[in-house]
């Protein structure tokens, strides 16, 4: 039987450690404010929102909500993250993808100071990461990285298999198992033979967005598989990119959906906000 790898509880960690740093920087002077930016009022949105929001109420850290309407322009949306990035009180600033059509996305990631990009979105964080320099990495796959550390799983040397290749997810996630050693193979839709690629992963990350689409065929025995993937069914209950019931008895270690990567996200998001204090 696999174990099952409790995102929940090294979140959890996480987040208690992070509360004790935060102190500890208060105690020297040091402060920090998440700015948390939302256009229009889509549910999935609010919910993410709240749940950062409350994230740092609980490690101690100041934030502030922008909730612009949906009608808001781009420019508005601009203007206003212009005066965040001069607002010496504001050390982080996050827009709560995705932004209505008329916003050009990427516009915006760009206009956030990297100094303040604390989804790690900005192409100089990304820059940064791929040749190793000091910045903000992408919230998801650092979370992963954060997974596999806690649970004494080794990277240097590993055959790892990404399946996605998303600037959020996929290719960040690819790099940051380069940068811990591992021999990292990057899967997309035009891949031939996916399940043989798959089955030489001793690590294997699953970001394609479809659910359920990966099953025991895809495994090797004793893998260990990370389903980035979060999908609600029609029943309401949530799911992942991997068939957990198939994979679960071929694998050594799996995260669950929910409570694998999920709560990892906004731990993560909590590390970079407080490694900007
Ligand atoms: P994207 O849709 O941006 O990327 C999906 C990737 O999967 C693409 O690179 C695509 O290839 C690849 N892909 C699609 N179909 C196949 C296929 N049949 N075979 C091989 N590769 C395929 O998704 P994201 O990276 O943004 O997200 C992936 C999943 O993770 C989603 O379910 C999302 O909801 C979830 N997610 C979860 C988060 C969390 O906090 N837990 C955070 C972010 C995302 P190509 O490039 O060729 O199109």
Known sequence: MARIIDGKA????????????VARKKSEGKNACLAVIQVGNDPASTVYVGNKKKACAYIGIDSKSYELPEETTQDELLNLI????????????????PVPEHIDEDTIIRRISPLKDVDGFHPMSVGALCIGEKGFVSCTPAGIIKLLKYS???????????????????????????RENGTVTICHSRT??????????????????????????????????????IHRKADGKLC????????????????????????????????????AM
């Open 240 to 275: 992942g990119d991997v068939d957990f019931e198939s994979v679960e008895p071929k694998c050594s270690a799996i995260t669950p959906v929910p409570g694998g990567v999920g709560p990892m996200t906004i731990a993560m998001l909590m590390y970079n906000v407080v490694s």
């Open 82 to 97: 212009d005066k965040l990035n001069d607002d010496p009180k504001i050390t982080g600033i996050l827009v709560q993808l």
């Open 10 to 21: 090294i979140s959890q960690k996480i987040k208690d450690e992070l509360k004790e740093e």
């Open 192 to 229: 031939r033979n996916l399940k043989d690629v798959c089955k030489r992963a001793d690590i294997l990350v699953v970001a394609i967005g479809k659910p359920g689409m990966i099953n025991d065929e895809y495994i090797k025995e004793g893998a260990v598989v990370i389903d980035v993937g």
């Open 152 to 178: 004494d799983i080794d990277i240097e040397g590993k055959e790892c298999v990404v399946i996605g290749r998303s600037n959020i997810v996929g290719k960040p996630m690819s790099l940051l198992l380069l």
